[in-house]
């Protein structure tokens, strides 16, 4: 059996000292999260962060630089994840668009929010996500090659 990890994108978006989060009901337990989500079939991973943070949360997000990739293997359910974060900025927001199933609400959150409420993080990923972001962690989308056609 092939071992196959879940691959997701997350967008990280400062305004103001906050972070762009949604609480999302996850296994009847409310928790907080970046806009994430899973790659879709035939997107590449900035249309998935693009698509996922619209569809989360109502804005329209601009990635700028990859914050980091990190694998994370979820210690009751058994399933690995590699995440792709984005750093962006969010310039427009479509208050007439509902938000994805699961997702009770999009919000501004601190860092120190989030580290009091650190029970209530989806994952670790999320700090994580957070602190590289913080600590000036920045690569090039010119390293995300999505290369569309067959071939032949």
Known sequence: MIWKPHV?????????NRFLMVE??????????QP???LDSGESLVEAVIRETLE????????????????????????????F???????????DRTLDHGIEQALWLSRDEL?????????????????DYLEGRRYSLDMLEHIASDIV
């Open 24 to 33: 999302e009901r996850v296994d009847d337990q409310l928790v907080y999260n």
């Open 8 to 16: 997701t994108v997350a967008a990280i978006a400062e305004k103001d």
């Open 115 to 131: 580290m009091d409420n650190h029970h209530k993080l989806r994952s670790p990923l999320v700090l994580r996500s957070i602190d």
């Open 56 to 83: 989360e949360t109502a804005w329209t997000f601009q990635p700028e630089a990859l914050v980091g990739i990190q694998l994370w293997r979820h210690p009751v359910h058994n399933e690995s994840y590699l995440r």
């Open 36 to 38: 994430a989500g899973h």
């Open 85 to 95: 974060s984005f750093c962006g900025s969010c310039d427009e927001h479509h208050n």
